[in-house]
Each structure stands twice: as C-alpha cells, then as structure tokens.
C-alpha cells in the first residue's frame, strides 16, 4: 500500500498503518518527516492516530532513503520502545516494516528485532 511511494522519497518518512480488530487498514497516518539520514520520534506520537481512533492495532512503517532497508540498531531500539508503549497502551504493534528502493523492504517482527 505504501512500498512504491515510500521508496522513492528523498527524505526519511515515519508512517503509522491504523488498523481495525480485524486488521484491516482503517488509516495510513504520516508522524514524522526526517533528514536524508535519520529520523527522531517519540513513542508517543505514534500511538496518537490509533488513540484517536481507538483502534486496537498498528503497523509502523518508515523508509530508508539510502535505499538499503537493513534494520540499524536505533530502528530495534525504536520498535522494541514501540512494542513495549504498546502493551501499556493495549495497543498492539504488529510490524515495523523498513522500506528501502526498488521493492526492498525489512519486517522487523519478521527477523525478531524489537519483538519479544
């Protein structure tokens, strides 16, 4: 749904999929606009689109401009601060998905990073 156009941004993007209890796509909400190379957010504002909507579920998604969506050991500190804000909120992360160029793109829950 977003793998194309994120791939080809110039700058690093922070995107939150809003999803229903039946996980389905209820909103694709952008938290944060980074630099070429790196992007800060707090925990908080990701959760902020799915509180509005009171959904139980989300999906986070970010793209690495350099093209090479390998996970760096901020994105697992991140999504393993995400996973955690998540349980507290009873808001489930299902994935943190890296988006590089060219149709690459890293689940995090997929290779266990952050995910416990």
């Known amino acids: 749904m977003v793998q194309y156009e994120m791939g080809l941004l110039e700058q690093e993007y922070l995107k939150v999929m809003v999803l229903d209890t039946r996980n389905r796509v209820l909103d694709i909400v952008e938290v944060y606009r980074g630099s070429v190379n790196s992007s800060q957010v707090r925990v908080g504002e990701i959760f902020k689109p799915a509180l509005q909507r ?63």
């Not at 986070?60 to 955690?84: C, E, G």
Request: glycine content about 10%.
């Open 54 to 116: 009171m959904a139980p579920a989300i999906i986070v998604i970010h793209n690495h401009p350099s093209s090479d969506p390998t996970p760096s050991p901020d994105d697992v500190t991140v999504t393993r601060a995400i996973v955690q804000a998540g349980k507290l909120l009873d808001i489930a992360c299902l994935d943190h998905i890296i988006i590089g160029g060219t149709g690459r793109f890293v689940s995090l829950k997929e290779r266990g990073l952050g995910f416990s």
